[in-house]
């Protein structure tokens, strides 16, 4: 398996997770509560400040671990969510984006973030 084909795979499985958040969050009334946008935005929170002091307990410098934790945590949620918007327009019809389907989106796509710094976790 080449590296391209793993990267277009992972690529998908991103998309269809920011897409499927905002399917079942409209499905699901639990779902829609849990994806909220202050529970996004608390998650977040709590994944920043997890990685931040694991840069720490590294013996990394303040500045570096705050750098680090941003960059990890915040480029992946924000630009799937605009993904998973972008593909629920074109698969489904009559379809109207709101804030809710954004923070759905956003918060379904964190659960790829947890896998990566449990990965990341594991390596120390």
């Not at 709101?98 to 790829?112: A, G, N, Q, R, V």
């Amino acid at each position: 398996m080449s590296i391209s084909f793993v990267a277009i795979i992972l690529i998908l499985l991103l998309i269809l997770t920011s897409y499927f958040g905002i399917y079942f969050s409209k499905k699901q009334k639990f779902l829609r509560d849990i994806s909220s946008t202050r529970n996004t935005l608390v998650l977040i929170g709590i994944l920043i400040i997890i990685v931040f002091i694991i840069q720490l307990k590294l013996e990394q410098d303040i500045p570096y671990s705050i750098g680090f934790a941003l960059g990890f945590v915040l480029p992946l949620p924000f630009f799937m969510g605009l993904l998973g918007i972008i593909t629920m327009k074109i698969f489904s019809k009559n379809y109207i984006a709101t804030k809710e389907d954004y923070w759905s989106s956003c918060f379904f796509s964190l659960i790829w973030s947890f896998f990566s710094l449990i990965l990341f976790i594991q390596d120390f």
